[in-house]
């Protein structure tokens, strides 16, 4: 018989595993304790996703996506403008900028800023890359870059809300639960959405969890985020105090209550909270073993440039290879720190010089283990900035959607190629523009799934991830 107590023990342990709904480790000790009653739980963690899909055969199984939150500039990127350089300093054109929507140059006097950094040709194909970004140059023949980007959204916390859900509306599916949800997850042992962390910059802007959240689909496909140091998932750790056969006791009792409601009421996010609690148990032994950087060589640490729990970029790149390695499904990496209103060429050195050469290093490191031809690994960020000089410390830019850059490479990508064209002054994309749904549809294209027929009922429209408007497969970039 449980005591006062045990029981006032278990009421508060209730309480919080009904309001968090995620981060039930200790609960899922359970699963261990008395195995018999998850077998529903089960079922429900399996890898499948949707009947049906995917639609077609699939080039990728699984995406990376490296996300330099802030804005990076693509004139120091990798979309040289040489009359830019030649107007340097000059009044900016009216005719580009009039009735266009401009963040915090809006009303000022504009003049043209040149590219700061010189550019030179790389790869069979002549990609030209920046002097900012060394070690990407080295695989200019693996990755497309994508010089004609746009988007809808000029402010950072919307831009990401639309770079992630296909909408500026708060609280729809991100693009990784709409994936796991559709093709489920190659690991029953970790998230099949796993998001990691990274700072170092100018003014690093937050990144609220709404970006990886579920919004109407079932929580089971919400991002988990892993902490760069520290415990890497909350509570995943029994409670202090806390014995085995207490815990048995509680899941016990929390498990049949939780069955008995369901019954009444066939709630599926019931299911969910029961089938946490198995994934929260495996989650005790598999994130420490997947956060051990030990086992990797000398070699392998040197390349990244990774140290055991810095919760650097590089270490997350790594991570990012370790997670695919184990069948995550969807694995997004935020950089914070690319926000480059002034003194850009600092912080470029900055950014570039914290998440350069781990990039190259994941992309080197995927293709040696044979993973590249099925991983779609995706590099940019919410928007670009802008051809005009901003000035605040020193030059720099102001936020830009008009055209930006982003590259990818793998899964199904033709690598070694550039795709699209800014105008001569960097400000608008002009030839073969990609809008943000057009990179939602290819992505969903390369896992298998045919966008058109990917949507749920919500609020009685069928919502998709690529929206009611048009968006295209950008097919001359796929092998």
Known sequence: MLNWNQIQTGLNRRTFLNNTGV?????????????????????????????????????????????????????ETFDYKPKLAEMDGKPFPVSFTQGQPIAQLQGKELKCQGPLTKFRKYGRNGQEISDFLPWTAKIADEICIIRSMVTEQINHDPAHTFLNTGT?????????????YGLGSETEELPGFVVLTSVGGRNPQPIASRQWGTGFLPSRYQGVQ??????????????????????????ETVQKLDQI?????????????IAAYEMAFKMQTSVPELMDLSGETRQTLEMYGAEPGSGSYANNCLLARRLAERGSRFIHLYHRGWDHHGDLVRYMNTCCGLTDKPTWALINDLKQRGM????????????????????????????????????????????????????????????????????????????????????????????????????????????
């Not at 499948?48 to 990076?72: D, E, S, W």
């Not at 500026?168 to 796991?180: A, K, N, Q």
């Not at 140091?229 to 048995?248: E, F, M, R």
């Not at 919410?382 to 990818?408: C, L, N, V």
Request: aromatic fraction near 6%.
């Open 23 to 75: 981060g039930l480790g200790a609960a899922a000790l359970g699963s261990l304790l008395n195995g018999e009653n998850l077998s529903a739980a089960k079922k429900q963690t399996a890898a499948g996703g949707l009947p049906g899909l995917p639609h077609i055969a699939p080039k990728a199984k699984r995406v990376i996506f490296l996300c330099m939150a802030g804005g990076p500039t693509h004139l």
């Open 168 to 180: 500026v509306i708060s609280g729809r599916p991100s693009m990784g639960s709409w994936i796991t």
């Open 226 to 251: 892993f902490n760069s140091t520290g415990d890497p998932v909350n509570y995943l750790k029994n409670p202090a105090g806390i014995s085995n056969s207490q815990q048995k006791q509680l899941i």
């Open 261 to 273: 409601r369901n019954e009444r009421v066939t709630n599926p996010e019931i299911d969910t909270r």
């Open 372 to 479: 590249l031809d099925e991983t779609l690994v995706i590099w940019g960020g919410e928007f670009g900035r802008t051809p005009m000089f901003q000035g605040k410390g020193g030059a720099g830019r102001d936020h830009h959607i008009k055209g930006f850059s982003m590259w990818m490479a793998g899964g199904g990508i033709k690598g070694g190629i550039t795709y699209g064209e800014t105008d001569e002054l960097g400000y608008n994309s002009v030839e073969n523009i990609v809008h943000v749904r057009d990179l939602h549809a290819t992505m969903l294209h390369l896992l298998g799934i045919n966008h058109h027929q990917f949507s749920v009922e919500f609020q009685g429209l069928d919502t998709r991830l690529t929206g009611v408007e048009e968006a295209h497969v950008i097919d001359q970039i796929l092998t």
